[in-house]
C-alpha cells in the first residue's frame, strides 16, 4: 500500500455485489424446476422458515408442543403456512427474512445454500403477506415479488412494515397467531410465466393435497411437530407412527 497519493491519483474501494434478479433467473430453473413448481418451491420455503422458528425454542425447552398449519386455496391460489415459533423483530423482518444465502437462524445455525429457492419464492409470487409476533411486537409486510426482485437494485421502493405494540396489535392478528408468538405467510401464485424460450404463457398449475408436496410425503419426521394440511393433521412430525415402519427419513432442507 502506497503512503501518500500522487497527486492526481486517488484510491477507492472495491464493492463486490451479484445481481439477484440474473441469479434467480439463470440458476432458479436449473436446480428447482420451471416456474411452474412455483407451488411446490414456496411451500418447501414456507416450511423450513416455519421449521427453523420452532425448533430452537424446543430446544430449550420454550414450547411445549411445535404446530405448522398449511393451507392451500385453489380458487385463489393462496398457499399460506402459520407456525408457532419464535417469531420476528420487526428488524428480523425487514433484513434477514428478505436476506439472500446464508442467513443465521436462531442457535446460531446456519440454514439453506445459495438461497436460490428464496429467491424464486420471493420474487415469482405475485404477492406476499408476512404476520409475525415476537415479545409482544406484532409487524406486518405487504409486497408483490415484482416489487422484491425490483427492489435488490432500488432501495427506494422497498415495501414498508407495519409495526403493531400492545392495544394497537389488530385483532386479525391476534387471531392468526393466538400463542402470542410465530409467524403467518401467504404468497399468491400467478396462474402462468412466460417460457423464456418460446415467448409463450404456460400454466402454473396449484394443488390442494398433501401428497402433491414432496417435502410433507418424503420427510415424515418433522421433529416433535403437528403439521396440518387444510385442517388435516397429517401422520408426520408428531404424529409419525413410527411402529409402523422399519425405515423411515427425516426432514431435509439442504
Do not use: C, W
Request: charged share 30%; proline share 6%.
Amino acid at each position: 500500500a502506497r503512503d501518500e497519493e500522487e497527486e492526481g491519483v486517488e484510491t477507492i474501494k472495491t464493492k463486490a455485489g451479484v445481481n439477484a434478479r440474473r441469479l434467480s433467473k439463470l440458476l432458479g430453473p436449473k436446480l428447482y424446476g420451471d416456474p411452474s413448481e412455483m407451488p411446490f418451491v414456496s411451500v418447501k420455503e414456507m416450511m423450513q422458515n416455519a421449521f427453523d422458528a420452532i425448533k430452537p425454542m424446543q430446544e430449550k425447552g420454550q414450547l411445549q408442543k411445535g404446530k405448522i398449519a398449511i393451507g392451500v386455496d385453489k380458487a385463489s391460489r393462496i398457499i399460506s403456512v402459520t407456525d408457532n415459533g419464535t417469531g420476528m423483530s420487526p428488524e428480523t423482518l425487514s433484513t434477514t427474512f428478505l436476506t439472500i444465502a446464508g442467513t443465521k437462524k436462531e442457535g446460531e445455525r446456519d440454514s439453506g445454500g445459495l438461497g436460490i429457492a428464496k429467491m424464486q419464492f420471493l420474487f415469482n409470487n405475485e404477492g406476499i403477506r408476512v404476520v409475525t409476533m415476537r415479545d409482544g411486537v406484532a409487524s406486518e409486510l405487504i409486497s408483490s415479488g415484482s416489487q422484491l426482485e425490483e427492489s435488490m437494485d432500488n432501495p427506494d421502493i422497498s415495501p414498508d412494515i407495519r409495526v403493531y405494540r400492545g392495544d394497537s396489535i389488530p385483532a386479525y392478528v391476534k387471531s392468526k397467531l393466538p400463542e402470542g408468538h410465530g409467524t403467518y405467510v401467504e404468497v399468491a401464485v400467478p396462474e402462468s410465466y412466460k417460457d423464456p424460450s418460446t415467448g409463450e404463457d404456460k400454466p402454473i398449475p396449484i394443488e390442494d393435497y398433501y401428497s402433491d408436496y414432496t417435502v410433507l410425503e418424503k420427510s415424515p419426521l418433522f421433529g416433535d411437530i403437528d403439521v396440518e394440511f387444510n385442517g388435516r393433521t397429517l401422520d408426520i412430525g408428531a404424529n409419525f407412527p413410527y411402529d409402523e415402519y422399519t425405515t423411515f427419513a427425516n426432514v431435509n432442507f439442504d
